[in-house]
T-cell receptor
């Protein structure tokens, strides 16, 4: 079945550092890929998405490129801020059947940015 | 900006009791979902719902669970006889379309504690 693997946290960085959170996936079809973010005490918010190979999703300075050849969707940001501290979830959705399929999530990566 | 809301934010119940978790999806969305996240584990898909019936469900969604859209705005998850292992954060989500490329919007979650 489908699965998502992302790097374990917590990841601790200093403000203005470069961020990479690795995400790889296994899927039987041609999935759409997502990054969700969860700030403390809040629900999951969509950060960015890509729906086909070589697409780049971007939002709030974050980017991720759908790499079919390496089955990856790594999240990057050039200069992180303290306000980026949150848990980041990589997820995929695959149109397997005729119904509305749920998302398959990774375990989440807790990012801590220190001033 | 429209958002998904959930009530209550925290529910404590005794083992064997029935609980109903409530969600109000985004008003023009047609597809509704429930997920759960046991502490320290992945967010897991439970069920999707469209046109007043279940669209897809996971292995977790057994006979102890049921979903309902009792009126034009609410979407509920009922657990008939709670077990200790049902303790988790439950997230409701909605989307305009059921295809993989369309993002799901999540509520803030209900933390269920079974004692």
């Amino acid at each position: 079945g489908d699965s998502v693997t992302q790097m374990e946290g917590p990841v601790t960085l200093s403000e203005e550092a470069f961020l990479t959170i690795n995400c790889t996936y296994t899927a039987t079809g041609y999935p759409s890929l997502f990054w969700y973010v969860q700030y403390p005490g809040e629900g999951l918010q969509l950060l960015l998405k890509a729906t086909k190979a070589d697409d780049k999703g971007s939002n709030k300075g974050f980017e991720a490129t759908y790499r079919k050849e390496t089955t990856s969707f790594h999240l990057e940001k050039g200069s992180v801020q303290v306000s980026d501290s949150a848990v980041y979830f990589c997820a995929l959705s695959d149109d397997k059947g005729g119904g509305a399929d749920g998302l398959t999530f990774g375990k989440g990566t807790h990012l801590i940015i220190q001033p | 900006e429209p958002e998904v809301t959930q009530t209550p934010s925290h529910q404590v119940t005794q083992m064997g009791q029935e609980v109903i978790l409530r969600c109000v999806p985004i008003s023009n969305h047609l597809y509704f979902y429930w997920y759960r996240q046991i502490l320290g584990q992945k967010v897991e898909f439970l069920v999707s719902f469209y046109n007043n019936e279940i669209s897809e469900k996971s292995e977790i969604f057994d006979d102890q669970f049921s979903v309902e859209r009792p009126d034009g705005s609410n979407f509920t998850l009922k657990i008939r006889s709670t077990k200790l292992e049902d303790s988790a954060m439950y997230f409701c989500a909605s989307s305009a379309y059921g295809l993989a490329a369309y993002e799901q919007y999540f509520g803030p979650g209900t933390r269920l504690t079974v004692t």
